[in-house]
């Protein structure tokens, strides 16, 4: 036997025993599931043990994709696979595990489902509504897995595509992924393995790879659940590609936002060198690697990959003209291949399932699936991965459940500040990189986010290009100056202050600043502008001409009110205010007093009848 | 303190591209980049000042005062902005007596602001002192931040 059939063997064993250990609880420790209080959930979990007497297992294991409830936890006793439980509470966890362990009965408040088939009275998670039409590939192992546990992925079939690669030419590997059909998942959707192919013909003594995990775009969070909830499967997507391009040093380029995934990164790597999965001689194979990770500094242009490499040398993140590619010219002048952490992510199943496998799935254009974070005013936000070709309506409404509370979805944003907005009567578009272009978003790295009639496409305008502005490097001028005078505007229109023409300027410069930059900050920032304005002029008419924020979201054209019938007069707006300029006794109406109001929705947010009404009159009304 | 920002930064010495990680660990050490450390690295990695200098100010990372005892983050990432994270960061400016990027007169809070911390999901964010708390209202983000400012006047 080989080592790697050693290897095997034991970590089958490892995931064996540990499926049928008696009483495993998987906690979801991933950034998102930290936030909404797995910690608690945890110290609950022990202090129950402790109680009980209970020898219970916890493992703590990645995001599984349903962000909207966590805190999720899954318990496995009794010869049943893990039930996923969610959103769960520290002081609701005792009852829970008294529940299912002491009284063997799994309760419906807040069951998710089986992870695996359903039994009893338990669904399997996989027909919930949220997983059901999902194409788990890259996240495959997501919220399954301890993410550190090497064993783990190697019993999920980890590895097998690195060994079968290792076994063939890099030539062969590039063919495969070549037929494959895989594309960058970055946003450009460049043919990944037509990028190996030119860099391992530009190759002279020394080449590199690196993968692109600078996941800046503000709404996205992949990368992150990726490398949080699956370390290893990029590392074998990382070095297979590096032995495909010949390259015996590679770099992870990661957002110094995320310290977990950073160190578990770190620790992955370590186990990797201790097994010779990673360093000298790579499974025998004579391939030798070493993987560096490099911290970014926070600077969105370092996406760009010439930027990434510039920053990578310890220079200003700025980008330079192209030609020469990377693949040409890169890091250290040499030749360099930079993929997204999901191309990486997409190449373990490609070598271990084969081409055609993965070929297999998706639309005519673009092979495989499509992994988006659903973010925004939806009822279930999450992971969710599809393949390539579902429309947007399947993923927002079938998978998401639509905006909650019976709001009313109005627009969809793709591709972050780089992307557009795509309305409502377009929601039947399939995602893949032709038809989200055509239509002026972007497919971007992979952010979504649901916007209702309560978000204003000026606001979100204004806030992607602050975001721009802030972040372009100010090497070409249409960039620096152009996004600077696009954001003066939309504040000008936003504040109620809009001149009439502004529209046309706007869509001026915005097509100067797309024409005239080097690399993709310049040329795409325009997009949210330009695609608000495309589909959502009249909301950018209503604040020009009327002085009204339709969306009632422009703190200097809204007004908040209290309607005197449907306040109960329980003060508690009045102890909340800020400014203190809320009148009323006890039990009585309450009344704002709009000359003092700061508009900071403190009074809003907190009543407990929806009393407090939050317009935006217009000017007209102002005036009589 | 000296020597020890020396000993960091020689650690750095022959490696490629160390300007960054460098910086990052200079900041790691004493919470900014101070006009001695940017000397040191001159002195030891042969960097000169005005290019260290360049490169820092380059990146959002990194600041050149001193920090507050303890760091308030408010998240204005795309999801966090559509769910009223501005309402929030306005609610906790007020409520510290300081504009995002300022640090209090007491030198207790820094408030910040960023743009993602990956948790969308659970938007709208605040991060205090490298613990992230979802789904704020303006309320209850208050509620965290007055918690920890009482916890910094009993210390």
Known sequence: ?624 | MVTDIRKIIESFKDRKGAIIPALQAVQEAQGYISPESLVTIEDVLGISRNEAYGVATFYSQFRFSKPGEHEVKVCLGTACHVKGGAAIMDIIEDDLGVKAGGTTPDGKFTLERVACMGCCAVAPVIVVDDEIHGKMAPGTAKEIVDRTVSKGVSE
């Not at chain 1, 359903?118 to 996240?139: C, E, L, M, N, Y």
């Not at chain 1, 220079?315 to 990486?344: C, D, F, H």
């Not at chain 1, 100056?481 to 023409?501: A, V």
């Not at chain 1, 024409?515 to 695609?531: D, E, K």
């Open chain 1, 1 to 624: 036997m080989t080592d790697f059939d050693v290897l095997k063997a034991e970590a089958d064993k490892v995931w064996d025993d540990l499926q049928s250990t008696d009483g495993v609880v998987y906690l979801g420790t991933a950034s998102c599931g930290i936030a909404a209080g797995i910690g608690e959930v945890k110290r609950e979990t022990e202090r129950w043990m402790a109680e009980n007497g209970a020898d219970l297992r916890l493992s703590e294991v990645g995001c599984i994709g349903t962000c909207c409830f966590e805190p999720l936890v899954s318990i496995q006793v009794h010869g049943n696979p893990p039930v996923a439980y969610g959103p769960v509470e520290g002081r609701t966890m005792g009852g829970l595990l008294d529940s299912i362990i002491t009284h063997k009965r799994y309760p419906t408040e807040a069951l998710l489902g089986s992870i695996g088939d359903a039994f009893g009275d338990v669904p399997s998670i996989w027909d919930h509504p949220v997983t059901a039409t999902q194409k788990r590939i890259i996240t495959e192992n997501n919220g399954i897995i301890d993410p550190v546990e090497l064993e783990h992925y190697i019993s999920q079939g980890g590895f097998e595509g690195l060994k079968k690669a290792l076994a063939m030419t890099p030539d062969e590997v590039i063919e495969t992924v070549l037929e494959s059909g895989l594309r960058g998942r970055g946003g450009a959707g460049f043919p990944s393995g037509r990028k190996w192919q030119m860099c391992r013909q530009n190759r002279t003594d020394k080449s590199y790879m690196v993968c692109n995990a600078d996941e800046g775009d503000p709404g996205a969070f992949m990368d992150r659940s990726i490398l949080e909830g699956d370390p290893y499967r990029l590392l074998e997507g990382l070095t297979t590609a590096s032995y495909a391009i010949g390259a015996d040093e590679a770099y992870i380029y990661a957002r110094a936002e995320y310290p977990l995934a950073i160190k578990r990164l770190r620790i992955a790597i370590a186990k990797l060198e201790e097994v010779g999965f990673l360093g000298e001689d790579i499974m025998g194979s004579g391939f030798s690697l070493s993987i560096h990770i490099k911290e970014g500094a926070g600077a969105f242009v370092c996406g760009e990959e010439t930027a990434l490499l510039a920053s990578i040398e310890g220079k200003r993140g700025m980008p330079r003209p192209r030609p020469p590619y990377p693949a040409q010219e890169g890091l250290w002048g040499k030749p360099t291949v930079i993929n997204n952490v999901k191309s990486l992510a997409s190449v373990p199943a490609i070598m271990r399932l084969g081409a055609e496998h993965f070929a297999s799935i998706g639309s005519e254009g673009t092979k495989g699936t499509a992994v988006f974070a659903l973010t925004g005013k939806v009822k279930y936000p999450g992971l969710v991965e599809v393949p390539m070709g579902t429309t947007i309506r399947e993923i927002v409404e079938g998978i998401g459940g639509g905006v909650p509370d019976g709001g009313k979805l109005k627009a969809v944003q793709t591709g972050g500040p780089s992307g557009g907005c795509i309305p409502e009567s377009m929601l039947d578009l399939p995602v893949d990189f032709e038809s989200l272009q055509q239509a002026g978003a972007i497919m971007g790295s992979g952010g979504m986010v649901v916007m209702d009639e309560e978000t204003c496409m000026v606001d979100v305008a204004r806030y992607f290009i602050s975001f721009t502005q802030y972040e372009s490097c100010g090497k070409c001028p249409p960039c620096r100056i152009g996004t600077k005078k696009m954001k003066d505007i939309l504040e000008r229109i936003c504040d109620g202050n809009g001149d009439p023409g502004d529209i046309e300027v706007l869509e001026e410069i915005g097509s100067t600043v797309r024409m005239g930059s080097l690399c993709q900050l310049g040329g795409t920032a325009p997009n949210p502008v330009l695609s608000t304005i495309k589909y959502f002029r009249e909301e950018y008419e209503a604040h020009i001409s009327d002085g009204r924020c339709p969306a009632a979201v422009c703190k200097p054209l809204v007004t908040y009110t209290i309607e005197p019938d449907e306040c109960i007069g329980c003060t508690l707006c009045a102890k909340n205010c800020p400014v203190s300029c809320i009148a009323g006794a006890p039990k009585e109406a309450h009344v704002i007093d709009q000359h003092q109001c700061v508009k900071c929705g403190m009074c809003h947010s907190i009543c407990p009848k929806d009393a407090v009404k939050k317009t935006s009159p217009g000017r007209k009304e102002v005036v009589e």
